[in-house]
């Protein structure tokens, strides 16, 4: 899309959005005492355990709660389950802006699970902060309503297969990936990383979510000889397919997107994880750094029977960047205002990132950058610094 182009289509959203605010549209949600805020995730199901991101949303909303509020209202986040299923997202969603009569969106898990709702939230005018997914279609070009600080798979897939080629020092890469928008952006990431200066994948292996032997698809690596395996999955999957290494007396190197990143593979996994070396857009939850002992400071108080990880701590970071953009839009709270702040934004790297955050009205993608890290003796080290390779 042309720059031309897009300025009218951000002029057209802007202009129809102050019509429906002058006929008091885009103000539900908000009271003189609350802000009401949607999102939803796998609660129950195989995939719960990414029901930590919004576990560590709310555990933030409670300690800005704590404080004030904002503008002197509370923020109540109202979590629905789809149990991963895209399927059932568009009615959960439905729920909320509907039902509900959420302000806006934030979060919210899944690349299918969001595509499912990406027109009817846009067709709604709700702004919609951090879509839990690294897809570009979220970002490229800029989406009206939508603002991001997930990096973008592709940007992290050219990164691990770099780093597979260069400090593994592995000749033939392999992907298991799940066989949709999520894992089809990660092939297209890992494809660009190894180049021209390599021979490209030697096998890329799809699953479905419904896939519940991989059996063959492990067998599929082995007899490929490949030395190195990216995984592009949810946890319960990548476990599985390192299950049937197992079995297979196989052990190539293994690599993994963000999605991997939480300790909870520990637990899934054990020590056939060891030396896996897998992608972050969060500092070490672990750490001394300023973000993660305050991530841990809240969690602590306020969610702790919830397990922390990286999953948190990103869930904190996309309610963070939200808040933030309320109490900048003022005590007079629409959605038109909430959008132009978020367009004008700019934020030092005082926050649960570690890094500065800019949004414009030309760019709706405050933040590319992963930094890669691998787990040694239970927990994560990292291996490098910040690369944005967008």
């Given at each position: 899309?042309?720059?031309?182009?897009?300025?009218?289509?951000?002029?057209?959203?802007?202009?129809?959005?102050?019509?429906?605010?002058?006929?008091?549209?885009?103000?539900?949600?908000?009271?003189?005492?609350?802000?009401?805020?949607?999102?939803?995730?796998?609660?129950?199901?195989?995939?719960?355990?990414?029901?930590?991101?919004?576990?560590?949303?709310?555990?933030?909303?409670?300690?800005?709660?704590?404080?004030?509020?904002?503008?002197?209202?509370?923020?109540?986040?109202?979590?629905?389950?789809?149990?991963?299923?895209?399927?059932r997202t568009p009615e959960v969603v439905r729920q909320l802006v509907e039902d509900d009569e959420v302000y806006a969106i934030c979060g919210g898990i899944g690349t299918a699970n969001s595509l499912a709702v990406k027109d009817y939230l846009a067709n709604r005018?709700?702004?919609?902060?951090?879509?839990?997914?690294?897809?570009?279609?979220?970002?490229?070009?800029?989406?009206?309503?939508?603002?991001?600080?997930?990096?973008?798979?592709?940007?992290?897939?050219?990164?691990?297969?770099?780093?597979?080629?260069?400090?593994?020092?592995?000749?033939?890469?392999?992907?298991?990936?799940?066989?949709?928008?999520?894992?089809?952006?990660?092939?297209?990431?890992?494809?660009?990383?190894?180049g021209d200066v390599h021979r490209g994948l030697e096998v890329a292996v799809p699953y479905s979510l419904n896939d519940e032997d991989l059996s063959t698809h492990a067998q599929q690596f082995k007899d490929a000889e490949v030395d190195a395996v990216i995984f592009?999955?949810?946890?319960?999957?990548?476990?599985?397919?390192?299950?049937?290494?197992?079995?297979?007396?196989?052990?190539?190197?293994?690599?993994?997107?963000?999605?991997?990143?939480?300790?909870?593979?520990?637990?899934?996994?054990?020590?056939?994880?060891?030396?896996?070396?897998?992608?972050?857009?969060?500092?070490?939850?672990?750490?001394?750094?300023?973000?993660?002992?305050?991530?841990?400071?809240?969690?602590?108080?306020?969610?702790?029977?919830?397990?922390?990880?990286?999953?948190?701590?990103?869930?904190?970071?996309?309610?963070?960047?939200?808040?933030?953009?309320?109490?900048?839009?003022?005590?007079?709270?629409?959605?038109?205002?909430?959008?132009?702040?978020?367009?004008?934004?700019?934020?030092?790297?005082?926050?649960?990132?570690?890094?500065?955050?800019?949004?414009?009205?030309?760019?709706?993608?405050?933040?590319?950058?992963?930094?890669?890290?691998?787990?040694?003796?239970?927990?994560?080290?990292?291996?490098?610094?910040?690369?944005?390779?967008?």
């Amino acid at each position: 899309m042309k720059a031309t182009e897009r300025r009218g289509v951000l002029l057209g959203v802007v202009l129809s959005l102050w019509w429906l605010s002058a006929c008091g549209g885009p103000d539900v949600g908000v009271t003189d005492e609350e802000i009401l805020i949607g999102t939803w995730a796998p609660l129950t199901g195989p995939s719960a355990a990414l029901s930590a991101f919004p576990r560590g949303m709310d555990a933030y909303f409670q300690q800005v709660n704590a404080q004030g509020g904002i503008h002197g209202r509370t923020v109540r986040l109202i979590i629905k389950d789809d149990g991963y299923d895209p399927s059932r997202t568009p009615e959960v969603v439905r729920q909320l802006v509907e039902d509900d009569e959420v302000y806006a969106i934030c979060g919210g898990i899944g690349t299918a699970n969001s595509l499912a709702v990406k027109d009817y939230l846009a067709n709604r005018f709700v702004p919609w902060v951090n879509p839990g997914s690294g897809s570009r279609v979220f970002t490229v070009p800029t989406q009206g309503t939508i603002f991001s600080t997930f990096p973008s798979y592709v940007t992290e897939g050219r990164i691990l297969a770099r780093h597979a080629l260069d400090a593994l020092g592995a000749e033939k890469v392999g992907l298991f990936y799940q066989d949709d928008s999520f894992g089809h952006e990660g092939q297209e990431g890992v494809t660009l990383g190894l180049g021209d200066v390599h021979r490209g994948l030697e096998v890329a292996v799809p699953y479905s979510l419904n896939d519940e032997d991989l059996s063959t698809h492990a067998q599929q690596f082995k007899d490929a000889e490949v030395d190195a395996v990216i995984f592009w999955s949810t946890p319960p999957k990548a476990a599985a397919l390192i299950s049937e290494f197992a079995k297979l007396e196989y052990q190539p190197k293994l690599l993994a997107s963000q999605v991997l990143s939480d300790p909870v593979m520990f637990e899934l996994v054990g020590e056939a994880w060891e030396g896996a070396v897998v992608a972050t857009g969060v500092p070490d939850p672990n750490s001394n750094e300023p973000a993660a002992v305050r991530a841990r400071e809240i969690m602590s108080r306020y969610a702790p029977d919830v397990p922390y990880g990286a999953y948190t701590l990103m869930g904190m970071s996309w309610a963070e960047v939200l808040a933030e953009g309320i109490r900048q839009a003022g005590p007079e709270l629409t959605r038109v205002r909430l959008i132009y702040t978020l367009e004008n934004f700019q934020s030092s790297a005082d926050n649960f990132l570690g890094r500065a955050i800019r949004f414009s009205a030309e760019s709706h993608h405050g933040f590319n950058a992963v930094r890669l890290m691998r787990a040694e003796g239970g927990k994560y080290v990292y291996i490098t610094d910040w690369i944005d390779e967008s």
